[in-house]
């Protein structure tokens, strides 16, 4: 969603997407860039259906990052 060498800055724009995006929002620290990631997707399907419906929100330079996620934040959907 977001990317920045300031965590200050990377927070407030966290806070402006958490009010847009209230689920699935995470900040993380990838030396040396603060980055605001969204989503907790099993498959790429899902994730390409939430970056078209974002898309259409108009939220624009969405890209899907693979990354590993944990077990606990995945719906009930999502574990089926």
Do not use: M
Request: glycine share 4%.
């Amino acid at each position: 969603v977001f990317e920045s060498s300031s965590v200050e800055e990377a927070n407030r724009i966290l806070r402006k997407f958490d009010r847009a995006l209230p689920d699935s929002l995470y900040l993380v620290f990838e030396a040396p860039l603060y980055k605001i990631r969204y989503g907790n997707f099993v498959t790429k399907n899902q994730a390409d259906a939430t970056k078209e419906t974002l898309a259409k929100k108009g939220y624009k330079n969405i890209w899907i990052v693979r990354s590993r996620i944990e077990q606990g934040r995945l719906s009930k959907d999502q574990k089926n």
